[in-house]
């Protein structure tokens, strides 16, 4: 059973910093993309940032140079650290895989649809 566990969301000022944590366990092979998506209320779950099976890892316009992703593959661990946070920036975020795919693009900009496992969301709250 292929679980993602997201950590590390919390409330900041704008300005600031935090570093959420994706730990996934249960995998028979490596997804061929994951990432950090993010939804408010009322609207579409939108993509963050991505990395596919190759390490490559693409953002969305809105947090580059901001926010940035990295994977600890010996814990099965994807972070994302985020800094200069914005009001904005406000949301539940999610951790996704997927694994059925077996090539194509990884882009935060595909629809999260695409996505098969999801973890349980850690929210994330910027003041200004």
């Known amino acids: 059973q292929v679980q993602l566990a997201e950590s590390g969301g919390g409330s900041v000022q704008a300005g600031g910093s935090l570093r959420l944590s994706c730990a996934a366990s249960g995998y028979t092979s490596r997804p061929y993309c994951m990432g950090w998506f993010r939804q408010v209320p009322g609207n579409e779950r939108e993509g963050v940032a991505v990395m596919d099976i190759d390490g490559s890892t693409k953002y969305a316009d809105s947090v580059k140079g901001r926010f940035t992703l990295s994977k600890d593959n010996a814990k099965n661990i994807l972070y994302l650290e985020m800094n200069s946070l914005k009001p904005e920036d406000t949301a539940m975020y999610y951790c996704?895989?997927?694994?059925?795919?077996?090539?194509?693009?990884?882009?935060?900009?595909?629809?999260?649809?695409?996505?098969?496992?999801w973890g349980q969301g850690t929210q994330v709250t910027v003041s200004s």
């Open positions: 996704g895989a997927d694994s059925t795919r077996s090539g194509g693009f990884c882009y935060p900009s595909l629809p999260s649809k695409l996505y098969n496992y």
